[in-house]
């Protein structure tokens, strides 16, 4: 059974960090894109950020670029959102995904994990 778990998730005031990790078992992830999607009261779930399995490929969503900095784990099957000079409006449940295909449309992906909430304060 394939489970991705995410973990890191919590309240900061403005202009702090976080980390957040999502670790990622029950099957083999050779070859997967790992992504992170989040999504505030009210509104959709949005593209984050991904990577692919060798690295090579990294995408931001507009908002979190120069931000944000998404990396992995292969040997741990993990990967990792770093998030500095964090804003209210980060405020979100965010979702780590994998799937063999890199797409902004949450429906593209395959896996999920069940969420982590980042709060952020002004």
């Known amino acids: 059974q394939v489970q991705l778990v995410e973990s890191g998730g919590g309240l900061v005031q403005a202009g702090g960090s976080l980390r957040l990790s999502c670790a990622a078992s029950?099957?083999?992830?050779?070859?997967?894109?790992m992504g992170w999607f989040r999504q505030a009261p009210g509104k959709e779930r949005e593209f984050v950020a991904a990577k692919s399995w060798g690295g090579g490929l990294t995408y931001y969503s507009d908002s979190v670029k120069g931000r944000f900095t998404i990396s992995r784990d292969n040997a741990k099957n993990t990967v990792y959102l770093e998030m500095n000079s964090l804003k209210p409006e980060d405020t979100a449940v965010y979702y780590c995904?994998?799937?063999?295909?890199?797409?902004?449309?949450?429906?593209?992906?395959?896996?999920w994990g069940q969420g982590t909430q980042v709060t952020v304060s002004s």
């Open positions: 029950g099957r083999t992830f050779s070859g997967f894109y």
């Open positions: 995904a994998a799937d063999r295909s890199m797409g902004r449309v949450p429906g593209s992906w395959s896996y």
